[in-house]
């Protein structure tokens, strides 16, 4: 039995007092947010608040608590335990031994954000947060009043996540798992009702041995919608659609495909215009976020708006209006010279769908790639010839320092040094540097002065994208 079986629905928990435990990822910090909003004395510890989350905590008053120590746990509140902690943090182990009750903060979500709500569950490898970003915001345009909980800061939103008082609460169903007591994965806790699969890779190669193992955990996720709910599926992704079989519910597939019920048809002089088929009738389909990739989440979102109740017509001018979210293929300098985009790719196909979309979209700029292998999947020698494949759409490379290292038997780790060779047989120029101020310095020296430069990394990548703005500003 896990300790968090005992507790009854979050409404009848006795609890005013919360503590977060390692509060400064991104969720984490998101729900520690919505319950000081909601009245809770909240409180979290990190051993470091950098921006985004550790800004957004501070704007919302939230209060934080530098480093892991004991005296940081109130005696008479709930400890929400991060997946990122693991036994032998300090705090955790005060908590234990003092009996103090510990939730996960996927459990703490089910029970009070979505409890007995229909919950939209966005899943897949790629593109969960822009999905499930866009799916709010269209049945907010809507008038419907969701709640949601989005892995990111979204730009058209308010917060990232909000109880909201309708029927509907719309959350990105991660396969990575729960928390150090229980190891299935976070989707499965969230009741889906809704479902969207976008597509799935192998990932999170730390957790899974391989894509069979990560295939099983889609197909139980499946079998928890229930009969009248909804799963809408990548119709391009053939083992997407193979576990779309096992699901009691209706399913409605989106993608290029011609037999897809949300059918694109792209155009090959435009990366944010395409045309949309349902059944006998064809719309006008803009988003402004570029690339095949984010038009395919913004047709899933529609897809899943319109079975929840959602005018097409209301679902189409909402995604026109859609800005994104912060980190996916975020724009954060554009000149007439120079352009620099930041962007959460690490995984060589959304690597390859990034790059290819500014490739198209900049045609006379030289594209620099800088890329930092920092994931549990990145870091080991899996996807080398994707990676190299997906590089190769850059005119220059420059590959950062590989996390996590010593957790890596050198047979499988990522060589870098490989990559860079069959990339300059390729004619692309490489650099690669563990020192990011060595990273700014070789582009400042090699810049062709009309550039454009996609940052691609899971995390804060050594505060690159700030000494770039302020070295070249």
């Keep these: 039995m896990s300790v968090t079986n005992s507790l009854p629905l979050f409404d009848e928990i006795p609890f005013t007092r919360i503590h977060f435990i390692a509060v400064c ?33 501070e704007e919302q008053g939230v209060k934080t608590l530098q480093g892991f120590d004991p005296s940081h746990l109130p005696d008479d509140g709930l400890i929400v335990v991060g997946n990122a902690v693991s036994r032998g943090n300090v705090e955790l182990e005060a908590a234990l031994s003092l009996g103090l009750q510990l939730i996960s903060l996927s459990d703490l979500v089910a029970r009070r954000h979505i409890g007995r709500r229909k919950s939209a569950v966005v899943t897949g490898t790629h593109g969960k947060t822009t999905t499930t970003s866009m799916l709010a915001h269209i049945l907010r345009s809507a008038g419907r009043d969701p709640g949601w909980m989005i892995g990111g800061i979204p730009q058209d939103l308010p917060v990232p996540c909000r109880l909201g008082k309708g029927n509907e609460f719309v959350i990105e169903g991660d396969e990575y798992d729960v928390v150090y007591y229980d190891k299935r994965p976070k989707f499965l806790l969230y009741k889906p009702f809704y479902a969207i699969i976008n597509g799935i890779e192998f990932d999170h190669a730390d957790i899974y041995q391989d894509l069979d193992a990560i295939e099983l955990q889609f197909r139980r996720f499946v079998r928890l919608i229930p009969r009248n709910g ?29 037999n897809c019920n949300y059918r694109m048809q792209s155009s090959r002089e435009s990366v944010t215009n395409y045309k949309l088929v349902t059944e006998d009738e064809t719309s006008n389909i803009s988003v402004q976020l570029p690339g095949e990739h984010n038009m395919k989440n913004g047709v899933a979102a529609i897809a899943l708006a319109c079975e929840i109740g959602v005018q097409k017509e209301v679902a189409l001018r909402a995604l026109a209006n859609f800005r994104g979210v912060a980190r996916r293929l975020e724009l954060v300098v554009d000149t007439d010279k120079l352009k620099i985009y930041d962007d959460f790719a690490h995984h060589p196909t959304a690597i390859n769908g990034t790059l290819s979309a500014i490739k198209l979209k900049h045609p006379n700029h030289s594209l620099w790639a800088i890329l930092e292998p920092r994931s549990n999947t990145m870091v080991r020698n899996f996807h080398s010839t994707e990676i190299t494949e997906a590089l190769s759409i850059a005119d220059h490379v420059i590959i950062g320092k590989l996390h996590r290292l010593d957790s890596v038997p050198i047979h499988q780790r990522l060589d870098r040094n490989a990559i860079q060779s069959n990339l300059e047989s390729a004619g692309v120029g490489t650099f690669s540097s563990d020192n990011v101020d060595d990273t700014v310095d070789f582009f400042i020296r090699n810049r062709t002065g009309k550039d454009v430069i996609v940052i691609m990394s899971n995390g804060g990548f050594d505060g690159i994208r700030e000494k770039l703005k302020k070295r070249l500003s």
Excluded at 33 to 55: I, K, N, Q, W
Excluded at 237 to 256: N, Q
């Design 25 to 57: 990822g991104v969720a984490m910090a998101s729900v520690a947010a919505e319950l000081h909003r909601a009245g809770f004395v909240v409180t979290g510890s990190d051993t470091g608040f950098y921006p985004p989350m550790g800004t957004f905590l």
């Design 230 to 258: 909804c799963l809408v599926v990548n119709g391009d992704d053939p083992l997407a659609m193979s576990i779309s079989k096992e699901a009691f519910c209706k399913v409605i597939t989106f993608g290029l495909g011609k």
